[in-house]
Nanobody, 119 residues
């Protein structure tokens, strides 16, 4: 099973920046997707940004132009650069890998990292 470890969350003022990192315990080269979701209190977990192929990305409309997802040199690392942060970006951010285990499409999640945007 893939294990995911996130880091980089914290408290930042509105307009500030943070970079989140996610490292997988094994190569995710064969994964269907790898990316980031977030969940605010009382809300559902929603897509933030993800790679749906080695080069194609998908972003939530709410973060387009402010957030950038990228891969590290290693095949098992993904980053989320977050700029121009707003209070509504406050949430727990989760790394996600989606891959087939046999014929079953399976989601793997990290433990989550808190991002708080507040003055």
């Amino acid at each position: 099973q893939v294990q995911l470890v996130e880091s980089g969350g914290g408290l930042v003022q509105p307009g500030g920046s943070l970079t989140l990192s996610c490292t997988a315990s094994e190569s995710i080269r064969s994964s269907v997707s790898m990316g980031w979701y977030r969940q605010a209190p009382g809300m559902e977990r929603d897509l933030v940004a993800t790679f749906i192929s080695s080069t194609i990305t998908k972003y939530s409309d709410s973060v387009k132009g402010r957030f950038t997802i990228s891969r590290g040199n290693a095949e098992n690392t993904v980053y989320l650069q977050m700029n121009s942060l707003k209070p509504e970006d406050t949430a727990v951010y989760y790394c996600n890998v989606r891959q087939y285990i046999g014929v079953r499409l399976t989601d793997f999640w990290g433990q989550g990292t808190q991002v708080t945007v507040s003055s």
